[in-house]
């Protein structure tokens, strides 16, 4: 390597600010939509992390009331219908449906149990896709980043191509710097999915957990009203 071509290349700035404004239109947009996913799914990772914390928090205060030999109703009057927590809005709406199914002289309306086990569902149904929002997000930053950094390579060596073509130059410190702003977008890419991917599949887990739980505790209050209705 010559002294001008030496000094060239020690002159170039390879920061990552330096490679982003070096870029061609095409790859700057793309590496900025990766970093607008990377930023988003970090904040829904963090929102869905405290969301989940909250509601295992609150299923577990909710389920020490329930199994702790008040009476139902008490319980109910105490949380009202429209309660915050999910457990306490499952258990109000089997509660509801089970006042509603009976009539004004003490009977029950026919079809009560599947009436209270379908107001329970849909509830469950409710808490479990809000839990579950935004996860879709993840899974696709997580699935589609890599390729959509992989353009942006693919883009910018093409370009850098196009630079050799022009100046009739291939010597390293001139192939290098389009190369170098090229593969900044893969590495962004990847920036972006791999910590999707990775706490897409924690918090979908942790999700389902909690919803697991949610339908246990259906299952066991419609087996305690159950035994109501079959006395």
Not at 88 to 116: V, Y
Not at 169 to 191: F, H, K, R
Not at 203 to 230: C, H, K, M, P, W
């Given at each position: 390597?010559?002294?001008?071509?030496l000094?060239?290349?020690?002159?170039?700035?390879?920061s990552?600010?330096?490679?982003?404004?070096?870029?061609?239109?095409?790859v700057?947009?793309?590496?900025?939509?990766?970093?607008?996913?990377?930023?988003?799914?970090w904040?829904?990772?963090?929102?869905?992390?405290?969301?989940?914390?909250?509601?295992?928090?609150?299923?577990?205060?909710f389920?020490?009331?329930?199994?702790?030999?008040?009476p139902?109703?008490?319980l109910?009057?105490?949380?009202?219908?429209?309660?915050?927590?999910?457990?306490?809005?499952?258990?109000?709406?089997?509660?509801?449906?089970w006042?509603?199914?009976?009539?004004q002289?003490?009977?029950?309306?026919?079809?009560?149990?599947?009436r209270?086990?379908?107001?329970?569902?849909?509830?469950?149904?409710k808490e479990?896709?809000?839990?579950?929002?935004?996860?879709?997000?993840?899974?696709?930053?997580?699935?589609?980043?890599?390729?959509?950094?992989?353009?942006?390579?693919?883009w910018?060596?093409?370009?850098?191509?196009?630079?050799?073509?022009?100046?009739q130059?291939?010597?390293?410190a001139?192939?290098?710097?389009?190369?170098?702003?090229?593969?900044?977008?893969?590495?962004l890419?990847?920036?972006?999915?791999?910590?999707?991917?990775?706490?897409?599949?924690?918090?979908?887990?942790d999700?389902?957990?909690?919803?697991?739980?949610?339908?246990?505790?259906?299952?066991?209050?419609?087996?305690?009203l159950?035994?109501?209705?079959?006395?």
């Amino acid at each position: 390597m010559d002294t001008t071509t030496l000094a060239h290349a020690q002159a170039l700035d390879f920061s990552m600010l330096a490679l982003f404004m070096r870029a061609t239109i095409t790859v700057k947009f793309v590496m900025i939509l990766l970093l607008l996913a990377s930023f988003w799914s970090w904040a829904i990772i963090i929102q869905k992390h405290i969301g989940l914390r909250r509601a295992r928090g609150e299923a577990g205060i909710f389920d020490r009331a329930f199994w702790s030999g008040e009476p139902l109703d008490e319980l109910f009057e105490k949380i009202g219908s429209q309660p915050d927590g999910a457990s306490e809005k499952i258990f109000a709406a089997g509660m509801l449906e089970w006042r509603r199914s009976h009539r004004q002289d003490g009977g029950l309306i026919a079809g009560a149990q599947a009436r209270i086990d379908r107001s329970m569902d849909v509830a469950i149904a409710k808490e479990g896709e809000e839990l579950n929002r935004g996860l879709a997000f993840l899974a696709t930053v997580g699935s589609t980043a890599p390729f959509v950094g992989l353009f942006g390579t693919v883009w910018g060596i093409k370009h850098a191509f196009e630079q050799i073509a022009i100046s009739q130059n291939t010597n390293l410190a001139v192939v290098a710097p389009g190369i170098a702003e090229a593969l900044l977008s893969t590495g962004l890419g990847l920036l972006a999915a791999i910590p999707a991917v990775i706490f897409y599949n924690k918090l979908n887990a942790d999700s389902e957990r909690v919803v697991s739980g949610y339908e246990a505790f259906a299952d066991e209050f419609a087996t305690i009203l159950s035994r109501q209705l079959d006395a």
